[in-house]
């Protein structure tokens, strides 16, 4: 039976979350039941997310603004100002994204009691602001599947900095120290798994592929690049697969200046990636999105 999901994300920033999109769509092991997304312009994100899903021709996915503002004061967001400059979306003006994503994202929870896996893939603000209205329908979720952190040893010595823990702090320390059981799937795995330019070519003359290729290229362009790190798509995969990763359990300490301490603790909630198959991933990207595209 398909994993019923809700995918999280700040989709724009980096390529690598519309590339996490597109593998929940490829993905039979993955039933998408909406997409959320977190921090600064929503409504750019929403659109970007729109036009994937309709040239997905999988538009009854429901996309759900939520929490443009960290829970952290005095926490600006990170905004890079390149997201959706070089699309057209006249396409998706018939469509259009709801409010209010935390409603959403409770809702679907008490609906489907330890069955949701709710995978935040950008700043932890939404899923913070839910456990905070709602802790006893966040504890009903199966688990969260988190792109964030990074672990590169036990104790707070060893604790480094990561972009989606660094956008809002406050609310990563509210999720990750909840006790709910989560995926971490940190830097230390997602710096080892690429797409590179000449993967493109394989996609990049369909509709959907051609999109995709589209905000790939740009970034390449930007940061002066031959490939780019699939940090979210990799967090999708253990999902699909999750032979891809190792893990070990651990808990974790969120430390005032947005780093995460990690314990190895073998009762604690978390599942905490410490290896990767790259070239297993990579392949299995690789062929999942170039058969949507295909479609």
Known sequence: MATKLILDTDIGSDVDDAWALALCLASPEIDLLGVTLVHADLDVRARIALKMLKLARRVEVPVYKGISQPMTPDRACHWAGFEGTETDFSDITDLSAKDNAVDFILD????????????????????????????????????????????????????????????????????????IPATMVGLNVTGKVVIRRSDLAGIKNTPFGGYLSAMTEQVYRLWNREKTFMHDPLAIATEVDPSLVSVRKMSAQALGDGKIAFVSDESGPLDVCVEVDSVKFENLLRSRVAALSLR
């Open 108 to 179: 679907t929870i008490d609906k489907y009691p330890s069955e949701v896996v709710v995978a935040p893939i950008g700043p932890l603000t939404n899923i913070a602001a839910a456990i905070s209205r709602d802790p006893a329908t966040m504890r009903k979720v199966r688990r969260l599947t988190v792109m964030g952190s990074t672990y590169q040893g036990d104790g707070a010595q060893n604790a480094g900095v990561e972009h989606n823990i660094r956008c809002d702090p406050d609310a990563a320390k509210i999720v990750l120290e909840s006790g």
